[in-house]
Each structure stands twice: as structure tokens, then as C-alpha cells.
């Protein structure tokens, strides 16, 4: 249901939402925040007073939000944030749970390379899908190589390497297994030989069924 900012009663339930139900609490303690160089920062889902901050410290111009327009209070509230702050806000959904897509690495790289900085990206968490378009940032932007880049999904910032979001490493795993069979490079890798169905059912084919795992991501840790 889309949260309606234009009243006192509309903003109260909106952070509300975003606070409760949105786990925004949490955040607000920790938010995962790290800087990737560059002039580039990693974290959580922030919050508008988080965004406030950021810009004020850091002079923030762009937000890249990895979770898309969905449907918790944090979104517009986000989207108005960004508004009053001038920081333009790209909504560019990634996934947790499955390999990316080709279009969605293009349009990565692609963002990476049209926006100004310093800039955000973030997820819910900063963890998995946060994790996955570090990488991506650190590899296309930065200029390092995957093996270096992939550092970025790790424990550190909460992503395990268990349940269902282990697919992301999976990903990356395979580039450099062929990278190490025939040199090649990601983006070519990317464009003449990843299959991302195939990719997909390779890693639920191999996986082993972990219920501590996916007890951990889905239910603990409540990862989208």
C-alpha cells in the first residue's frame, strides 16, 4: 500500500513503517556504512536523517538504491529526503536470492560510470545485494580485478556464504573458474559466455540443503 507523505497521519505511519516493520531500528544503531574509495560508500537502508548527515559530511550528489520502489515506508520517505536535499535517487533493483542478470551488470557498469559522486548505494541491509554491486563498482569503476573486488561479499558486512544468497558468490566463482581455464575478461565473460539460468540451476543442483542457513538468512537476518 503506497504511503501518502502529504499528511501529519501519512509521514507518522510512513516512519513508522519504516522504523517497525522496515527494521529501520536497527539501523539506525548500526547501518553498515563503509567507504569503497573513489568516492563511493556502501550501507544499509539510510534513513532521512541519515541521507541529511551524509550529504552534510561527504557532500553526497547521487544515491544508487538497490531495492527498487518497494513498498515500506523507508521509500518515499527516501524519495522525499532526496528531493528536499537536491541528491538524485536511482532506483535500480538487484536480487539476493539469483545470479544477475546480463542487462543488469551493462546497466551497473553503465551508472557507475554516468553518475556524480560522492555517491550511496545501498540495499536493506548492505550486505548482499549492497555486497554484490560493490564488487561490480570496485571491478568496473576501479579497476580491480574480481578475484580482489569479490572481497566486498564477505561476513564483514553481514553476507554469508550459506542459504540461498551464496548464489552471489557462486556467480563469481564460476568467472573465475573459466577465467582460469582461458583468460578472459569480466564484462567479455559476461556477454559471450555467463548463462544465468543455467548458472542458476548449476548452483541449486550442487547445493547442499542447509537448514541452518537458510534459518539464518530467511528468518533471523530477514533478508529480502
Known amino acids: ?11 507518522l505511519w510512513a516512519w513508522l513503517d519504516m522504523h517497525l516493520v522496515d527494521h529501520g531500528f536497527v539501523r539506525a544503531v548500526y547501518n553498515n556504512f563503509h567507504a569503497l574509495g573513489g568516492g563511493m560508500y556502501r550501507l544499509s537502508q539510510p534513513s532521512p536523517a541519515q541521507i541529511r548527515t551524509y550529504q552534510r559530511e561527504l557532500g553526497i550528489r547521487t544515491i544508487v538504491n538497490l531495492r527498487g520502489d518497494h513498498g515500506y515506508g523507508s521509500y ?14 536511482i532506483d535500480h533493483r538487484m536480487y539476493s536470492r539469483q545470479p544477475p542478470t546480463r542487462e543488469v551488470i551493462e546497466a551497473t557498469r553503465e551508472i557507475f560510470e554516468g553518475i556524480q559522486y560522492p555517491a550511496l548505494l545501498h540495499c536493506k541491509s548492505g550486505a548482499d545485494r549492497a555486497g554484490l554491486a560493490s564488487v561490480l563498482y570496485r571491478h568496473f569503476h576501479l579497476g580491480e580485478p574480481i578475484a580482489q573486488a569479490r572481497r566486498e561479499l564477505s561476513w564483514r558486512y553481514g553476507h554469508f556464504r550459506m542459504g540461498q544468497t551464496a548464489v552471489l558468490d557462486y556467480f563469481f566463482d564460476r568467472y573465475e573458474q573459466d577465467n582460469a581455464r582461458e583468460p578472459i575478461a569480466f564484462i567479455d565473460w559476461v556477454r559471450t559466455r555467463y548463462d544465468k539460468v543455467q548458472l542458476h ?11 541452518l542457513g537458510d534459518w539464518l538468512i530467511d528468518k ?3 533478508r529480502e
Open 1 to 11: 500500500m503506497p504511503h501518502d507523505l502529504s499528511s501529519r497521519l501519512g509521514r
Open 76 to 89: 518515499p520517505m527516501e524519495v522525499q529526503a532526496c528531493q528536499d536535499a537536491g541528491i538524485r535517487l
Open 201 to 211: 540451476h548449476d548452483f541449486h543442483r550442487q547445493r547442499r540443503e542447509n537448514g
Open 220 to 222: 533471523l537476518l530477514r
